[in-house]
């Protein structure tokens, strides 16, 4: 079975603060910590100097094991309680997974 890397670019809503910000990351690696199938996370804010984010000001990435791991992530309670309590805070997501 292949890895799978799951990449997510975030634009954050202009109000929100970067204690907020720092709180939605640290509940990330709380999840990545506890969420089983999950290998790695890791994340930070844009420091590309070319201009192509596209308004992306964060972005993150996790390894899960296997795809059947990131599905059941996707759809895991504690996932749904994250995106529920994060999506307010957020302008634009953009998601993209590849296999390695």
Request: glycine share 6%.
């Amino acid at each position: 079975m292949a890895r799978v890397k799951h990449i997510a670019l975030v634009q954050f809503k202009a109000e929100t603060t970067p204690e907020q910000i720092d709180q939605i990351f640290g509940s990330l690696l709380d999840l990545s910590e506890t969420i089983p199938g999950i290998e790695d996370f890791i994340s930070g804010p844009n420091t590309s100097p070319e201009g192509l984010n596209a308004g992306h000001t964060h972005a993150f990435v996790l390894t899960f094991t296997d795809a059947s791991a990131r599905d059941a992530y996707l759809s895991h309670p504690d996932h749904q309680a994250f995106v529920k309590g994060a999506l307010p805070l957020i302008e634009k997501v953009t998601v993209v997974d590849f296999e390695l």
